[in-house]
């Protein structure tokens, strides 16, 4: 009985079809008797297996594993502990709010599998017992011979036995963009998974031809069910903005506990009662913790990710979003990503010039025009030839062009389909079976004899039409056609045709040549006739073309300090042209293929990979590794793709970007972005979103801790003097979830300032706050402290502890919004600013002052959170007082901003 373990399925192309029968315990007329039913028992059905699927309560669990929800859960505790049962439930609250925020944008994550599935053949045509027999494609077992033709999915990976003229695309599985011919013959064992042409493969697709092929492997063990065991076993990594949070909620909770533990200690050593110190410790440690900084961050987010979705961007996590921001490297797929996957003729040869022809992918829009740019006229020289190498292009054609839902769409083999568009561009749009000249016969293309022939009559006159390998049908020409007549072909108009098409070759452009035979009388096309006395036309230049807007992209990107590479299964020559016209590797830069991975070591490998700028011929394998060794050098990776053999590396980079037009269900799923334009330019104003955001999450971080500390500065300060406690513990929650969230969230929106796409990628473990920010808290948060205890304590000592609370309450309320306004910037002065730049700021200072009033008037309000009414003076005070945060905040930036100068005219001078 056959093995199909990983190890024994590397064999297979380099067996000869008898070994591989053999082996597998086959014949040519398939498995008998009860062989199928066995084997399937052993092997089990050929179908993906499947992790446990994502169930709501899990979604809601990761959304409780962060450390600051981990210590708002304790507060909520303690508190109700404590009988504050509205401080507790209003902490309890705000974990549903952030929980609720985070499942909903998640809902859809975590299906990779199920699209891997969903991509299977759902029923294959096999062998059995020398009858051809239609089954569930989940029965198929090693062993089987497929019957394979135009159209069909590929149920397993298989060894060819028979063909003619069988092609396959695999553009999915190996990313080359053109179809693959299949053969018989044997190839080296060491040969690549895209270059084993004596082999098909699970899920892709058949375009030409037909043949036969015994199954070797099924299910999991499949190439397809290899990445599928990948993408199982690769685990989703945390974000930049994940790990920073953790790192601030571990932070802050030491601190809080820490300082709730100072504080009781230092009163119970002053002989205060115990159950007194216990309450008050609990306010300390509930005044430490920024209550509504994950309700606000998940807000942020959100609203990031609304933003994106306007921009073509779907973000699928909402960490994602920042992450984007923090991106030092972006991996990009060729074919689909940087390039279309849509095979264009971009140079011509014919009538002696050479031409350039304009236009992008299947849409058949664009000119001819000469070297020098200027468009071929009708009467211009060589517009002849090109009008009957372009028919040629049109007649001897199956493929068909059509439009669906605004995009261009080629039915067929991606080559015709570029010969077609060329066609269509000129004018010629009756092309193929469609077109005025009547197809009499047809010899198909073979990789054998590399050309394809039809017998068109018109006018009663009947016509050969050839196509095909250009040196090939320059062999088969007697002729050329110049001037507009049959001249010749002697050896000075043969060199002249090879060196246009060695130059067009060095572009790593794919060559095709184009010639005719007249007055053929026979009814058949035949081989000798196609093989001699052919009237050469001339060539066409075929590339996938990098799109316009990824090339800017790019540069884009390497001028926001981020290096683009390249991993593409396509050859090295043509990933190498391709990345020099996008822009992304140097002329005396080399490519890295995947058989040279395969002769490094993961050591050397790391060593390496932030010099290599291209990897070719690679596997999904090679592309983990790849991420992995990035990674190691602590890179935000952005990965990029749309095929199948993308998936696992989608998942294991820090965020993974699938193309939403062209990328397979299987990228989707595995990405934690799609671009639903296919652009890379997206990507890039991606990145700019994500930069300012993080800049805005900054803002509301540093605007928390700020007022969260001066608050905590301010109670120890009051312990420490004696004085009665100056915020009742619901006064604390009110500033901490109400009056800041009406400010932070204005502030985690605030627009751009200048071009954040000049400025370098945030070291990787920098945190939220540097250390200038963290001076920057640490010098307004004591101005805070100051100010609202010197208030409470006249207010206190004059009038007593009720109003002593309300205006210790109200001016620490009135900090919050001169610290809203100041935190705007964080090196421009807020008075050199467009006070309406920010108009949610405002809207939300102006409902906190409303809801403030009701707090201090309203009678229920004020019997809740122990507050009393107060003049218009003590409104006076109050603001006043407040405003020296904002003031003390611009020396603060002036000091800083002079310090930058001088940083900056010293590096001139060095």
Same mark, same amino acid.
């Given at each position: 009985?056959?093995?199909?373990?990983?190890?024994?399925?590397?064999?297979?192309?380099?067996?000869?079809?008898?070994?591989?029968?053999?082996?597998? +315990?086959?014949?040519?007329?398939?498995?008998?008797?009860?062989?199928?039913?066995?084997?399937?028992?052993?092997?089990?059905?050929?179908?993906?297996?499947?992790?446990?699927?994502?169930?709501?309560?899990?979604?809601?669990?990761?959304?409780?594993?962060?450390?600051?929800? /981990?210590?708002?859960?304790?507060?909520?505790?303690?508190?109700?502990?404590?009988?504050?049962?509205?401080?507790?439930?209003?902490?309890?609250?705000?974990?549903?709010?952030?929980?609720?925020?985070?499942?909903?944008?998640?809902?859809?994550?975590?299906?990779?599998?199920?699209?891997?599935?969903?991509?299977?053949?759902? &029923?294959?045509?096999?062998?059995?017992?020398?009858?051809?027999?239609?089954?569930?494609?989940?029965?198929?077992?090693?062993?089987?011979?497929?019957?394979?033709?135009?159209?069909?999915?590929?149920?397993?990976?298989?060894?060819?036995?028979?063909?003619?003229?069988?092609?396959?695309?695999?553009?999915?599985?190996?990313?080359?963009?053109?179809?693959?011919?299949?053969?018989?013959?044997?190839?080296?064992?060491?040969?690549?998974?895209?270059?084993?042409?004596?082999?098909?493969?699970?899920?892709?697709?058949?375009?030409? +031809?037909?043949?036969?092929?015994?199954?070797?492997?099924?299910?999991?063990?499949?190439?397809?069910?290899?990445?599928?065991?990948?993408?199982?076993?690769?685990?989703?990594?945390?974000?930049?903005?994940?790990?920073?949070?953790?790192?601030?909620?571990?932070?802050?909770?030491?601190?809080?506990?820490?300082?709730?533990?100072?504080?009781?200690?230092?009163?119970?050593?002053?002989?205060?009662?115990?159950?007194?110190?216990?309450?008050?410790?609990?306010?300390?440690?509930?005044?430490?913790?920024?209550?509504?900084?994950?309700?606000?961050?998940?807000?942020?987010?959100?609203?990031?990710?609304?933003?994106?979705?306007?921009?073509?961007?779907?973000?699928? &996590?909402?960490?994602?979003?920042?992450?984007?921001?923090?991106?030092?490297?972006?991996?990009?797929?060729?074919?689909?990503?940087?390039?279309?996957?849509?095979?264009?003729?971009?140079?011509?040869?014919?009538?002696?010039?050479?031409? #350039?022809?304009?236009?992008?992918?299947?849409?058949?829009?664009?000119?001819?025009?000469?070297?020098?740019?200027?468009?071929?006229?009708?009467?211009?020289?060589?517009?002849?030839?090109?009008? &009957?190498?372009? =028919?040629?292009?049109?007649?001897?054609?199956?493929?068909? %062009?059509?439009?669906?839902?605004?995009?261009?769409?080629?039915?067929?083999?991606?080559?015709?389909?570029?010969?077609?568009?060329?066609?269509?561009?000129?004018?010629?749009?009756?092309?193929?079976?469609?077109?005025?000249?009547?197809?009499?016969?047809?010899?198909?293309?073979?990789?054998?004899?590399? /050309?394809?022939?039809?017998?068109?009559?018109?006018?009663?006159?009947?016509?050969?039409?050839?196509?095909?390998?250009?040196?090939?049908? %320059?062999?088969?020409?007697?002729?050329?056609?110049?001037?507009?007549?049959?001249?010749?072909?002697?050896?000075?108009? &043969?060199?002249?045709?090879?060196?246009?098409?060695?130059?067009?070759?060095?572009?790593?452009?794919?060559?095709?040549?184009?010639?005719?035979?007249?007055?053929? *009388?026979?009814?058949?096309?035949?081989?000798?006739?196609?093989?001699?006395?052919?009237?050469?036309?001339?060539?066409?230049?075929?590339?996938?073309?990098?799109?316009?807007?990824?090339?800017?992209?790019?540069?884009?990107?390497?001028?926001?300090?981020?290096?683009?590479?390249?991993?593409?299964? *396509?050859?090295?020559? $043509?990933?190498?042209?391709?990345?020099?016209?996008?822009?992304?590797?140097?002329?005396?830069?080399?490519?890295?293929?995947?058989?040279?991975?395969?002769?490094?070591?993961?050591?050397?490998?790391?060593?390496?990979?932030?010099?290599?700028?291209?990897?070719?011929?690679?596997?999904?394998?090679?592309?983990? #590794?790849?991420?992995?060794?990035?990674?190691?050098?602590?890179?935000?990776?952005?990965?990029?793709?749309?095929?199948?053999?993308?998936?696992?590396? %989608?998942?294991?980079?820090?965020?993974?970007?699938?193309?939403?037009?062209?990328?397979?269900?299987?990228?989707?799923?595995?990405?934690? !972005?799609?671009?639903?334009?296919?652009?890379?330019?997206?990507?890039?104003?991606?990145?700019?979103?994500?930069?300012?955001?993080?800049?805005?999450? #900054?803002?509301?971080?540093?605007?928390?801790?700020?007022?969260?500390?001066?608050?905590?500065?301010?109670?120890?300060?009051?312990?420490? %003097?004696?004085?009665?406690?100056?915020?009742?513990?619901?006064?604390?929650?009110?500033?901490?979830?109400?009056?800041?969230?009406?400010?932070?969230?204005?502030?985690?929106?605030?627009?751009?300032?200048?071009?954040?796409?000049?400025?370098?990628?945030?070291?990787?473990?920098?945190?939220?706050?540097?250390?200038?920010? !963290?001076?920057?808290?640490?010098?307004?948060?004591?101005?805070?402290?100051?100010? $609202?205890?010197?208030?409470?304590?006249?207010?206190?000592?004059?009038?007593?502890?009720?109003?002593?609370?309300?205006?210790?309450?109200?001016?620490?309320?009135?900090?919050?919004?001169?610290?809203?306004? =100041? $935190?705007?910037?964080?090196?421009?002065?807020?008075? #050199?600013?467009?006070?309406?730049?920010?108009?949610?700021?405002?809207?939300?200072?102006?409902?906190?002052?409303?809801?403030?009033?009701?707090?201090? /008037?309203?009678?229920?309000?004020?019997?809740?959170?122990?507050?009393?009414?107060?003049?218009?003076?003590?409104?006076?005070?109050?603001?006043?007082?407040?405003?020296?945060?904002?003031?003390?905040?611009?020396?603060?930036?002036?000091? !800083?901003?002079?310090?930058?100068?001088?940083?900056?005219?010293?590096?001139?001078?060095?």
């Amino acid at each position: 009985m056959p093995s199909t373990t990983p190890e024994t399925t590397e064999k297979w192309h380099a067996l000869t079809a008898e070994q591989v029968l053999e082996d597998l +315990g086959s014949s040519v007329d398939g498995l008998a008797g009860d062989q199928p039913a066995g084997r399937l028992d052993e092997y089990g059905p050929n179908t993906l297996s499947a992790e446990g699927g994502v169930s709501l309560a899990a979604l809601v669990l990761k959304q409780l594993k962060s450390p600051l929800i /981990y210590l708002l859960i304790a507060a909520a505790v303690i508190s109700a502990l404590a009988e504050h049962y509205v401080d507790s439930g209003v902490i309890a609250a705000v974990i549903i709010f952030n929980t609720l925020i985070g499942v909903s944008q998640e809902w859809r994550a975590e299906k990779t599998l199920d699209a891997l599935r969903r991509m299977a053949a759902p &029923r294959a045509r096999v062998l059995r017992d020398g009858d051809a027999e239609v089954i569930p494609a989940q029965d198929v077992v090693p062993g089987d011979i497929l019957l394979l033709e135009a159209g069909d999915l590929v149920a397993a990976d298989a060894r060819v036995l028979d063909v003619t003229e069988l092609r396959v695309d695999e553009s999915a599985l190996t990313g080359e963009s053109d179809t693959v011919g299949k053969d018989t013959d044997e190839f080296e064992e060491s040969t690549p998974l895209a270059d084993r042409r004596n082999m098909v493969w699970s899920s892709t697709n058949v375009t030409d +031809g037909r043949g036969r092929a015994v199954v070797v492997a099924t299910g999991m063990e499949t190439s397809i069910g290899a990445i599928a065991g990948d993408v199982q076993t690769v685990d989703q990594m945390e974000t930049p903005l994940q790990r920073r949070l953790s790192s601030l909620g571990l932070y802050v909770g030491v601190a809080a506990v820490l300082l709730a533990g100072l504080i009781f200690s230092i009163g119970i050593g002053r002989g205060e009662e115990l159950y007194e110190m216990l309450l008050f410790s609990v306010a300390a440690a509930v005044s430490a913790i920024p209550e509504g900084l994950p309700a606000v961050i998940s807000v942020v987010l959100a609203l990031g990710v609304q933003r994106m979705a306007e921009r073509g961007a779907i973000v699928r &996590r909402l960490p994602a979003v920042e992450t984007l921001g923090s991106t030092t490297v972006i991996c990009s797929d060729k074919t689909g990503t940087i390039t279309r996957n849509e095979m264009t003729v971009t140079r011509v040869w014919a009538g002696g010039q050479r031409l #350039r022809v304009t236009g992008e992918g299947y849409a058949p829009e664009g000119e001819f025009t000469t070297e020098e740019g200027e468009p071929l006229d009708e009467g211009s020289p060589g517009a002849a030839e090109l009008e &009957r190498l372009l =028919s040629i292009g049109c007649i001897a054609n199956n493929a068909t %062009l059509e439009q669906e839902d605004g995009r261009w769409r080629i039915e067929g083999n991606p080559t015709e389909g570029a010969l077609l568009v060329a066609s269509h561009k000129r004018g010629l749009v009756k092309c193929g079976l469609d077109s005025e000249h009547h197809r009499i016969d047809e010899i198909p293309f073979s990789s054998k004899f590399k /050309y394809m022939a039809t017998l068109d009559k018109a006018d009663g006159a009947a016509t050969l039409h050839v196509k095909g390998a250009f040196e090939r049908i %320059l062999e088969f020409s007697d002729t050329v056609l110049l001037d507009g007549e049959e001249r010749p072909l002697d050896d000075e108009l &043969r060199a002249e045709i090879e060196e246009a098409a060695a130059a067009f070759a060095d572009e790593a452009l794919r060559v095709i040549a184009g010639a005719y035979r007249p007055a053929v *009388d026979e009814d058949e096309a035949e081989r000798s006739h196609a093989e001699a006395g052919l009237v050469f036309l001339g060539l066409w230049g075929l590339l996938d073309p990098p799109r316009p807007d990824a090339v800017a992209a790019i540069e884009a990107a390497h001028e926001a300090g981020m290096d683009v590479k390249m991993i593409t299964g *396509d050859h090295a020559a $043509t990933a190498a042209a391709i990345a020099r016209k996008a822009g992304i590797l140097e002329e005396d830069e080399e490519v890295v293929t995947g058989q040279d991975l395969e002769e490094m070591d993961d050591e050397e490998l790391a060593r390496r990979v932030r010099d290599i700028a291209v990897f070719a011929r690679v596997t999904p394998a090679h592309k983990l #590794r790849i991420v992995r060794a990035l990674k190691a050098h602590d890179e935000v990776v952005a990965m990029t793709g749309d095929g199948v053999n993308d998936a696992p590396a %989608l998942k294991q980079a820090d965020i993974g970007v699938a193309m939403g037009i062209t990328g397979t269900e299987v990228a989707k799923e595995a990405s934690d !972005m799609v671009l639903t334009d296919d652009d890379f330019a997206t990507i890039v104003a991606a990145v700019e979103q994500g930069r300012v955001i993080f800049g805005n999450l #900054r803002r509301v971080v540093m605007f928390l801790i700020t007022t969260n500390l001066g608050e905590i500065m301010a109670i120890t300060a009051a312990l420490v %003097l004696g004085l009665p406690l100056p915020f009742t513990a619901i006064m604390i929650l009110w500033v901490n979830l109400v009056t800041d969230g009406v400010s932070v969230l204005p502030l985690g929106l605030e627009p751009k300032h200048g071009d954040v796409l000049k400025q370098r990628p945030r070291p990787p473990r920098e945190g939220i706050l540097t250390r200038m920010m !963290m001076l920057r808290v640490l010098t307004l948060s004591p101005v805070i402290a100051i100010g $609202t205890l010197s208030v409470f304590n006249h207010y206190e000592s004059t009038q007593g502890l009720l109003m002593g609370q309300t205006m210790a309450f109200m001016t620490l309320v009135a900090y919050e919004w001169w610290r809203a306004v =100041s $935190t705007r910037s964080m090196s421009t002065s807020i008075f #050199r600013m467009n006070p309406l730049g920010n108009k949610l700021l405002i809207a939300g200072i102006s409902l906190a002052v409303v809801l403030q009033v009701v707090v201090l /008037y309203w009678g229920p309000a004020q019997q809740v959170f122990g507050t009393t009414a107060i003049g218009l003076a003590e409104w006076g005070v109050a603001l006043a007082v407040a405003s020296s945060v904002m003031f003390v905040d611009e020396i603060f930036k002036a000091v !800083m901003r002079r310090r930058e100068r001088g940083a900056r005219k010293n590096s001139v001078r060095k």
